[in-house]
C-alpha cells in the first residue's frame, strides 16, 4: 500500500520515522491531524513552530493581536520587522516557511461564547496559549460539550504550568479551578512580568502532549498537572481527580451551556472605576501648582527599583490591606501602577476604608513616561 508522505516528507521527517513508536504509520496520523493553537503569543509561538516541524497537517491558528515590541522577548514566532502587523499574518508567513506541506486555516478573531463551537468544532484536538481566564474556560467548556481533549499551559513571571483536560475522559479545568479568582486578584504577564524563555518550555510540553495525543504513544498529563519553577529549575506533578459535582463535566456534553466569564485579569471593581481616574497631565499640573498629595506605587519592590515616579511611596498591592493604615486617611493621594489595573482595584479599595480623596492615575506609570517624564524607564 502506497504511503500518505511524498519523497521530500519521507526525507523531512526521517529522524520521525526511525522511531518505532512513530513510522511511516505514526507520521501519516500527523499529517491527518488537525489541532487549533488559541493564541499566538508567548505559548503559542513554541507550540505552532514545533507542530509545524513535526509534520502536522493542518493548523487552526486563532488570534486577533498585532505585534508589539514588548512581545519580542517572549514570543518567538515574530521578528522585529513585524511590529505592527497582525500576528495572524506574521506568524502563517513564518509557519509556511518552516514547513511547506503545512496547511494553515485563520481564524482572525476574539474566541466568545457565539463562535466557539463552530471554530473548535473542526479539529481534534485544542492547544489554549491563551492568557487569559475568560478564553480559558471557554476553551475548556467548548471542549467538554465537543468531547475533544484541549492541552492546557499558564505562565507567569517564573513559573508554568501544563496539563490535558478531557471531560470525556478525565477532569477538566474547571475541575482544577471551578471559577475564576477575584478580579484584581492575579495580575496579568504585562503586569508582573514573565522569563522570557519559561514560554518556550511550557509551550514546548503542550507540544510534546499535542503530539503523544495524535500518534496515541507514551502516556499524557491526562490527570495530572505538571508545574514548573524556572528560578530553581524544578518540576513538580500532582494528581487530579475528575469533580462528580463539577458544573461542566458532570454533565451530559449536548447540557453544557457556553458562556463568556468576565476577563478577572483587568481590574473591575466597583460600579464604575474610571469614575475615580485622574489624568497624567492633570497630576504634572497639581505638581506644578504646588498641590498637596501623596504618590502612591502599588506595583512590585523590583518593578519599584526599575521605574518610579519621583517623590512616591511604595506599598505592594498585597500588602494594601494589612498597611493601609499607614496612609493618612485626610490627604489626597493618587496611586499607580504600571499601566492602570492594580492601581484602580487599589483606589477602589481604599475608597472602601473610609478614604474618599484617593485617585487612580489613567495610563499608570507607563503613560507618566510617556507623555510627562521621559526620564522614567518604560518596560
Not at 528560578?231 to 447540557?255: H, I, M, Q, W, Y
Request: proline share 6%; aromatic share 6%.
Amino acid at each position: 500500500m502506497d504511503s500518505l508522505l511524498d519523497a521530500d516528507e519521507l526525507r523531512r521527517y526521517s529522524r520521525h520515522l526511525l522511531l518505532p513508536e512513530i513510522g511511516v504509520a505514526g507520521q501519516e496520523r500527523l499529517k491527518a491531524a488537525r489541532i487549533a493553537v488559541v493564541g499566538l503569543g508567548g505559548l503559542g509561538s513554541p507550540l505552532g513552530l514545533y507542530l509545524a516541524a513535526a509534520g502536522v497537517g493542518t493548523l487552526g491558528l486563532i488570534e486577533f493581536d498585532v505585534v508589539d515590541e514588548t512581545n519580542l522577548q517572549r514570543q518567538v514566532l515574530y521578528a522585529t520587522a513585524d511590529v505592527g502587523r497582525p500576528k495572524l499574518t506574521a506568524a502563517a508567513e513564518r509557519l509556511r516557511g518552516v514547513n511547506p506541506h503545512l496547511q494553515l486555516e485563520l481564524h482572525g478573531l476574539r474566541l466568545d461564547a457565539g463562535n466557539a463551537l463552530d471554530v473548535l468544532g473542526r479539529y481534534d484536538v485544542v492547544c489554549d496559549g491563551s492568557d487569559n481566564f475568560s478564553t480559558r474556560y471557554l476553551v475548556n467548556d467548548a471542549c467538554v460539550r465537543l468531547g475533544i481533549p484541549s492541552v492546557y499551559g499558564s505562565i507567569l513571571r517564573f513559573e508554568g504550568q501544563v496539563s490535558v483536560f478531557h471531560g470525556a475522559r478525565g477532569p477538566c479545568y474547571r475541575c482544577l479551578f471551578p471559577s475564576p479568582p477575584p478580579a484584581g486578584s492575579v495580575p496579568s504577564c504585562g503586569e508582573a512580568g514573565v522569563l522570557g524563555v519559561l514560554p518556550g518550555i511550557i509551550g514546548a510540553l503542550q507540544a510534546n502532549e499535542a503530539l503523544k495525543l495524535v500518534l496515541r504513544v507514551g502516556e499524557s498529563l491526562l490527570g495530572r498537572l505538571l508545574t514548573f519553577d524556572a528560578l530553581r529549575t524544578k518540576f513538580r506533578e500532582l494528581a487530579l481527580r475528575r469533580n462528580p459535582s463539577c458544573e461542566v463535566c458532570a454533565l451530559a456534553p449536548e447540557d453544557v451551556v457556553l458562556r463568556d466569564e468576565p476577563d478577572t485579569c483587568q481590574v473591575t471593581a466597583g460600579p464604575d472605576p474610571e469614575m475615580f481616574d485622574v489624568e497624567v497631565a492633570a497630576v504634572a499640573q497639581w505638581r506644578r501648582e504646588g498641590r498637596g498629595f501623596l504618590l502612591l506605587d502599588v506595583r512590585m519592590p523590583e518593578e519599584n527599583r526599575r521605574a518610579r515616579i519621583e517623590d512616591s511611596i511604595l506599598i505592594p498591592l498585597h500588602q494594601l490591606p494589612e498597611r493601609f493604615a499607614e496612609l493618612d486617611a485626610e490627604q489626597d493621594v493618587v496611586v499607580y501602577c504600571h499601566y492602570g489595573p492594580r492601581s484602580s482595584y487599589a483606589t477602589q479599595f481604599l475608597r472602601q476604608q473610609g478614604m474618599p480623596r484617593v485617585w487612580n492615575l489613567a495610563g499608570g506609570i507607563d503613560a507618566w513616561s510617556a507623555e510627562i517624564d521621559a526620564r522614567v524607564p518604560r518596560y
